[in-house]
């Protein structure tokens, strides 16, 4: 089988890493957009593709010629959309999962071809460390097992926009009236390599917090 690997993110790559490294497939790996091309992906004519932590458009012609795969760290239907584990953090979830599917044209809508928990205690580096564990083990499966397709159920389809550098902001009006868990949250969901959380000081500068804990009394 050949393989092409197509991301950007660390932790997608360290996932291309393992892959490369567990079985004796014919492994391309790209890692940026940059170094991507059309004419490369179809030189090199995989069997599969993989366009994990990538956020760039994908022509349609790609999709249609060839098994894409996207990883997507939230349990769609719901939370599809851009930067899906901040936002599920900020809105208090605990519990996530690894989702895998195939590309369409449409925001992560595609059927679901492996799903697998994914916990979001802790840091962020313990949520990343997780997840590409799980997204591992579970691509290892699609390419022993083969793809099982299992479509969304649209209705049940819930959507969150990528955060940006200006909402890593607490503000005066959240320090008034959130309560310690979801400042804690919005400061462990903004770890590097995310824009850090920050208030804005008095003297026109900002303050990063990058590390905080709750305590009760």
Known sequence: MKVACVGCREWALEIYDRLAQANDYTYQIWSGKTDFSQEALREFNPDLVL???????????????Y??????????????????????????????????????????????VAQEDLSLEGSLDEIFTRMVDAGERLTLDIMHNGLKPVPQDHNQATYCKRRKPEDSEITNEELKICSAEYLYNKIRMLADPYPNAFIQTVDGKKLYIITAKVSES
């Not at 932590?53 to 010629?65: C, E, M």
């Not at 939230?74 to 996530?96: C, F, M, T, V």
């Open 51 to 65: 366009f994990y932590g990538w956020s760039w458009f994908i022509p349609a012609s790609i999709l249609q010629d």
């Open 67 to 112: 098994k894409c795969l996207m990883l997507h760290p939230s349990p769609l239907p719901r939370y599809r959309g851009g930067s899906p584990i901040q936002n599920q953090i900020i809105a208090g979830e605990k519990d996530s999962k690894v989702s895998i599917f195939i590309m369409n044209m449409e925001v992560d809508s595609g059927d679901i």
